[in-house]
């Protein structure tokens, strides 16, 4: 039998829970949302701070709130929130010497969320007129506010009594490309509830984003941002209570103005105040885009800074207005040159529609512009599909190849730049192939299979058909495009079979190619991972009867290989049949922590008379962890001079081998883009024509152009409700040239392949309002320019022929700048500039 007491206490419990629901109809709204009829007035306030690691000289802005917030209708499912923003007004950072903003009070128009149970945002609406900054301040107050945990997040959420805290680490891991930066992005948030109902009494929390150059860590930009809420008061609503039976009525009810949002946090856009229009930009900068300003600083600053203007579509940017501005400088050839590759490298809808329409290739006679314009284009293009992202205001890869595709389909008047079209659509389609009937299309297309990287079941057959049964030129072209897809896709279970046979079938074919053998050999050590099979071909190297093919597949494939440790000490192999002139060697040029600068340098000569055969410079980025980006190779071919040479490969041919034609040529890959090959001659009497008239004894342009290595821009959400820009865009100005000069008195030549080259890099953070009086930004830059010359020396006055190659280049010099800007409520902006110039030897 109960006590008195515990009688007289159990109908004081019965009481306060009959006071409890008739006070609040809505007992569940206790569990996930403010009281109805409560106004809750907050203190928002936060600053955001870019800087270096060295943290001097900051640069950034504060943002001072009032806000109040407001359960404004309820039901079974959720309830509706009022979020207005009292006053606002942006302050200048801690330590500078500016002055504040004044007070904002016209963002006064509410924000409403529908907020269910479980404390998801279901749905948002806005005044038609907010302003984004405003908008977003709200939408950022909503997540702080939360007092539920979600079912899924991307982020840690622990709650202990009352105390919820949330954190979140994330850097990007996609290595597509080193020449993309390392973006992280780590924040952490503290909210204390109150004790009687689940609002958020107080909150504070901090984040750090940073923005930094893979190939050079000294590039970069740390934003720091921090916030504080806390709870002013609490109020009796003055509102009408609303008698809405379902939320969509209630919506309904706000009127016409109000419109429904995304719950994220959307970017400022940014307008261009008294901006110039793009045909003056171009007149300030004629200088520096002119045809001897290539591989130069200044044509690089020029670059990037017009292809903004471009993307930013302000004045003078419009397809009529582009094609105006190209008519206009229509006798300046070189300025129209670089003008394309702006339009190519900006790659919006206009610039590419005004481009295509000027040029008309499908009528064109004009080899090199419309050439150059598809390169920079496909350069473009597969640039920005190696960054996390780009801008919205470029078309994309899909966009373009139908573009070029429509092009194709009719007939052309220039052939070449058909080919020339054909290599950059497989470069952008990764599987374009078919069967022509002229050499010089086959080996084309057989690059054009390499552009495409990807190794599927009919691309393989025709690699395979071409290496096996095809004329030398179609062979060596087959092996080449099987090495560059192996590079890009690798090898698989299913392929390594097939891939073993067709290797081991080239490289012991006496009638195959011997480039073709050196390449499946170099093959065969890399993909195929099988220490018999390497140690069976090294055995038989002696029995090749060429010495030069045998020197030259091991520094190829072998020399640096730790399958085969036994092979490095065999004094006999290396003194009767690895001694050859044949070489393979890399040098680095110059390099940071995280990147190295290199070249490669491929020579192979003819067995009798040591004739060069075959030879290739390239030049590449490396990183410590196995990443590369190759930027450009170079290449020299000649064919069908073995009876000058003496060579035993010179003798007539059976009715199974295809007589080899004279003939020489370069070619040219650039951003691992296969340009088509450029033939210097064919035949014995048109090289003795040039040997007489003597073609190219002066410097001779081969290949310029202005090519986009990075094109990163991305905008990130920050836990106060700002929105930070990021970007990183890189630029190589390139300038090929050569000139050789042959003396048939005196037996010899000499040549020399000039690589001029300007490098230049441009990062930012930026974090902009819709106050544009009110920004700040960090930015970097770094590169320099810079010349190699592969200086080639032949004496062909006695066989055997001597031959002596060397690279030249100059003093570097590398260029590191870091700008910071800032502005509060003002339209002069606050500018510091720290510059640094090293010499690299």
């Not at 930026?766 to 700040?776: G, I």
Request: one cysteine or more; hydrophobic letters at 35%; aromatic letters at 8%.
């Amino acid at each position: 039998m109960l006590s008195l007491s515990e009688v007289v206490f159990a109908i004081i419990n019965f009481y306060l829970i009959i006071v409890c629901v008739c006070c609040h109809p809505t007992p569940g709204l206790l569990c996930y949302g403010p009281l109805p009829g409560v106004q809750y007035k907050y203190s928002y306030k936060s600053e955001t701070i870019m800087n270096n690691n060295d943290y001097r000289e900051p640069t950034g802005f504060g943002v001072d709130s009032q806000i109040t917030v407001e359960n404004i209708w309820q039901d079974s499912s959720g309830y509706l929130l009022s979020v207005v923003i009292d006053s606002c007004q942006f302050k200048s950072r801690t330590g500078a010497k500016f002055a504040d903003g004044n007070q904002i009070k016209d963002w006064n128009h509410p924000l409403f969320a529908y907020i269910d149970s479980t404390g998801d945002v279901k749905q948002v609406v806005i005044h038609q007129s907010e302003v984004i900054t405003a908008s977003n301040l709200k939408k950022s107050l909503l997540e702080h506010l939360r007092s539920k945990a979600p079912e899924k997040t991307s982020y840690e959420w622990i709650r202990d009594g009352l105390t919820i805290s949330k954190k979140s680490l994330n850097t990007n891991t996609d290595y597509k490309s080193i020449l993309s930066p390392d973006v992280s992005d780590e924040w952490q948030t503290s909210a204390q509830l109150a004790s009687d109902h689940p609002i958020v009494e107080s909150a504070n929390g901090w984040q750090n984003v940073t923005l930094q150059s893979r190939i050079y860590s000294f590039a970069h930009s740390k934003l720091y941002n921090s916030f504080t809420l806390k709870l002013l008061s609490e109020a009796k609503s003055s509102r009408e209570k609303i008698t809405a039976n379902s939320i969509s009525d209630v919506i309904k009810s706000l009127g016409e103005t109000y419109i429904h949002t995304e719950p994220i946090l959307r970017p400022e856009m940014e307008t261009c105040h008294n901006c110039q229009s793009l045909q003056n930009i171009v007149k300030e900068n004629e200088n520096s885009i002119k045809g001897e300003s290539i591989a130069s600083i200044p044509m690089t600053i020029s670059y990037l800074k017009l292809i903004d203007r471009v993307r930013s579509a302000g004045p003078g940017a419009s397809k009529e207005d582009i094609i105006k501005l190209l008519k206009a400088y229509k006798k300046k050839k070189d300025v129209v040159s670089s003008i394309l590759d702006i339009l190519a490298g900006a790659r919006t809808e206009q610039s590419l529609a005004a481009a295509l329409e000027y040029l008309n290739l499908q009528k064109s006679e004009d080899l090199d512009f419309g050439e150059r314009f598809l390169v920079q284009l496909a350069a473009s293009v597969m640039t920005a599909s190696q960054m996390e992202s780009i801008s919205s205001a470029t078309v994309s890869a899909d966009e373009v190849i139908e573009e070029i595709l429509k092009q194709t389909k009719t007939k052309w008047k220039n052939e070449k730049l058909k080919q020339t079209a054909f290599l950059i659509l497989a470069t952008l389609l990764r599987a374009h192939v078919f069967d022509p009937k002229k050499t010089d299309c086959r080996v084309v297309l057989l690059h054009a299979i390499g552009n495409t990287g990807l190794i599927r079941d009919g691309v393989y057959q025709s690699i395979k058909k071409y290496s096996l049964t095809s004329g030398k030129r179609e062979s060596i072209a087959a092996m080449k495009a099987l090495r560059e897809c192996l590079q890009l896709s690798g090898s698989n279970d299913k392929l390594t079979p097939r891939l073993r046979s067709l290797l081991l079938r080239v490289v012991y074919d006496p009638e195959q190619e011997t480039t073709s053998r050196v390449i499946a050999a170099e093959l065969i050590s890399i993909y195929l991972n099988d220490e018999k099979t390497a140690k069976e071909l090294i055995k038989h190297l002696p029995t090749f009867g060429n010495n030069e093919l045998a020197t030259i597949i091991w520094n190829r494939a072998f020399s640096s290989a730790p399958l085969i440790p036994t092979a490095h000490h065999n004094w006999h192999l290396h003194s009767t049949t690895l001694n050859g002139s044949s070489a393979s060697f890399t040098r680095v040029m110059g390099g940071t922590k995280s990147t190295n600068a290199s070249y490669r340098i491929l020579m192979e000569l003819l067995n009798k008379g040591k004739l060069l055969k075959e030879s290739a410079f390239d030049v590449e980025l490396s990183s410590p962890n196995g990443y590369s980006q190759h930027l450009i190779t170079v290449g020299m071919f000649a064919r069908g001079l073995q009876s000058f040479a003496g060579d035993s490969e010179a003798e007539t041919p059976t009715n199974e081998v295809e007589e080899e034609q004279t003939m020489a040529g370069m070619s040219l890959r650039i951003m691992n883009i296969q340009l088509r090959p450029f033939t210097f001659f064919t035949g014995t009497g048109e090289l003795m024509g040039h040997v007489w008239s003597g073609t190219a004894s002066e410097p001779t342009t081969v290949f310029q152009g202005n090519f986009l290595l990075a094109d990163y821009w991305s905008t990130h959400p920050l836990i106060n409700g700002l929105i930070v820009e990021q970007s990183l865009r890189g630029i190589l100005s390139l300038d090929l040239s050569g000139e050789i000069q042959i003396s048939l008195w005196n037996r010899n030549s000499h040549s020399v392949v000039h690589t001029k080259g300007s490098l230049l890099f441009q990062g930012s953070q930026t974090v902009l309002t819709s106050d544009h009086k009110t920004s700040a930004s960090k930015q970097f830059s770094f590169g320099g320019n810079t010349q190699l010359d592969f200086i080639t020396d032949l004496d062909f006055y006695s066989s055997p022929f001597k031959m002596c190659m060397q690279i030249d280049r100059p003093e570097f010099t590398f260029r590191h700048n870091t700008r910071k800007y800032e502005r509060v409520n003002s339209e002069n902006l606050h500018k510091r500039i720290h510059r640094r110039i090293f010499s690299i030897p």
